[in-house]
């Protein structure tokens, strides 16, 4: 069946779809997700069906207040409250140990913690609230492929596998939420995003962890979700480190006729005089902005398949540039220029 595009008016019906036990994209201001009531376990597992997950991977749960949290959180400790003060609505996720038997095995994937996320996007809020129960919300692309960044990636990906799209124009920060692991002694963060370890330590005055930095290629990282290759798209990205040089890349380019993708800065793109065979997509100026297209030109470069490679800007790995290089290291496969 095809899948309904509804915009802001058609809130409740989306809310009603939602209660009926039906899956809904919601738009977040990260990435948009794939919503299902938390609390029926049926409609849980047909997210997983929707999006080709395994099933061991753990799902996020969606709230709309604090309220909703405390129904299943053992307890908050008071640097999670102050955490909740000051990013919530945001982009972090908080991972919290669960009272027993508080949401279903489909959520958990059989573990005794739950990630919660309150979301910066008023109309996601509305739908929570009008549905009456929290939703999971991984990203509703299917699984392996970029996260949408508008209603029209996720009807790309899922048109006939789910009920409806609730459509609020692209997302603003274009890179998913960090995860934060505060179930642990020392909290930790499991995948970067837009908030990052220094506005945490800024907060909590403590020290955090992140595991990025101190999980081995042999061990099992605690997000189950960092396991998979992610965010691939149909060609090989390279990706160009800040002290490559782009000349190079030109006359790389240059010397193999086919038709090759360029991610990079305006100022790379306008500042170089690139073989016909290139084909120019722009990251903007900054890390936000190169954030916030990443998954969109990646997508757009899957609308060509005679491009076989692309090249993508890469950057220092600071503020939100370290979400930025975790995603792009990982639609590359860690593949970068120096090695062609
Ligand atoms: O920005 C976002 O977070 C988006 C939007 C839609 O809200 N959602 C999102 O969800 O990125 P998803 O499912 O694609 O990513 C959730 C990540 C996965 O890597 C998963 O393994 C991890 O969080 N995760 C979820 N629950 C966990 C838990 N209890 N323990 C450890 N990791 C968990
Ligand atoms: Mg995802």
Redesign the pocket.
């Known amino acids: 069946m095809e899948t309904l595009m509804l915009t802001k008016k058609e809130i409740d019906q989306a809310a009603a779809l939602i209660r009926q036990g039906e899956l809904v994209s919601?738009p977040?201001e990260?990435?948009?997700?794939?919503g299902a009531d938390a609390t029926n376990e049926a409609a849980v597992k047909k997210v997983y069906a929707a999006k080709g997950r395994p099933s061991d991977?753990?799902?996020?749960v969606?709230v709309s207040s604090e309220e909703m949290v405390q129904k299943y959180v053992d307890h908050i400790s008071s640097d999670a409250q102050k955490l909740i003060d000051r990013f919530w609505p945001g982009?972090l996720?908080m991972?919290f140990k669960l009272k027993p038997h508080a949401l279903s095995k489909a959520v958990?994937?059989g573990?005794e913690?739950?990630?919660f996320?309150f979301?910066n996007n008023q109309l996601t809020l509305d739908l929570i609230t009008k549905a009456g129960v929290p939703i999971v919300?991984?990203?509703?692309n299917t699984s392996g492929k970029p996260?949408p960044t508008t209603a029209k990636h996720v009807y790309h990906d899922l048109n006939g596998k789910i009920a409806a799209i609730l459509d609020d124009g692209p997302t603003t920060v274009g890179?998913?939420?960090t995860?934060l692991?505060m179930?642990v002694e020392t909290p930790s963060i499991?995948?970067p995003?837009a908030v990052t370890k220094d506005d945490i330590e800024n907060v909590i005055h403590r020290k955090v962890i992140d595991e990025l930095h101190h999980v081995g290629t042999n061990q099992t990282p605690?997000?189950?979700?960092?396991k998979y290759k992610h965010y691939a798209p149909n060609a090989q990205v390279y990706i160009v480190d800040p002290d490559d040089s782009w000349l190079e890349v030109a006359k790389w380019i240059e010397e193999h006729p086919q038709p090759v993708g360029v991610m990079a800065f305006d100022q790379v793109i306008s500042s170089i005089d690139w073989p016909m065979n290139a084909q120019l997509i722009t990251l903007g100026s900054n890390s936000r902005t190169a954030s916030h297209d990443l998954f969109a030109d990646l997508r757009e470069f899957d609308n060509h398949p005679e491009i076989k490679i692309i090249f993508t800007q890469g950057l220092k790995p600071s503020g939100i540039a370290e979400a930025y290089m975790n995603r792009l290291n990982k639609s590359a496969g860690q593949m970068h220029f120096k090695q062609l």
């Open positions: 919601f977040t990260t990435v948009y997700g794939l991977n753990p799902l996020i969606t982009s996720t991972i958990t994937g573990l913690t739950a990630a996320r979301p919300g991984p990203s509703a996260s890179v998913e939420s995860v692991d179930s499991l995948r995003g605690k997000a189950p979700g960092m």
